[in-house]
Nanobody
């Protein structure tokens, strides 16, 4: 079983930067994908960025060019940095881990952390 714990949420001024972290604990496959999703009120949850254990990255168009996702495999930790934040970046950010076991795909989520971009 896997547990994901996020940290770093809070209030950020427009134009500023935010940095989130997520630490995974438990037992899971060494080949995996960790990512960040966000959900704003009245909107569906959307992928922000993801990174595989092989360092392959994927970014949403809304953050491409101003966001960086990274990971430290030895610590099972993934980070998300967004620069020049906008009010549209506001939402609950969820950490996600996905991998394949002999039983099929496994999918785990963190509890979420609130990010508010406002003056």
């Amino acid at each position: 079983q896997v547990q994901l714990v996020e940290s770093g949420g809070g209030l950020v001024q427009p134009g500023g930067s935010l940095r989130l972290s997520c630490e995974a604990s438990g037992s899971f496959g060494s080949f995996n994908i960790m990512g960040w999703y966000r959900q704003a009120p009245g909107k569906e949850r959307e992928l922000v960025a993801s990174i595989s254990s092989g360092e392959t990255t994927n970014y949403a168009d809304s953050v491409k060019g101003r966001s960086t996702i990274s990971r430290e495999n030895a610590k099972n930790t993934v980070y998300l940095e967004i620069d020049r934040v906008k009010p549209q970046d506001t939402g609950v950010y969820y950490c996600n881990l996905r991998y394949s076991s002999i039983w099929g795909p496994e999918d785990y989520w963190g509890q979420g952390t609130q990010v508010t971009v406002s003056s």
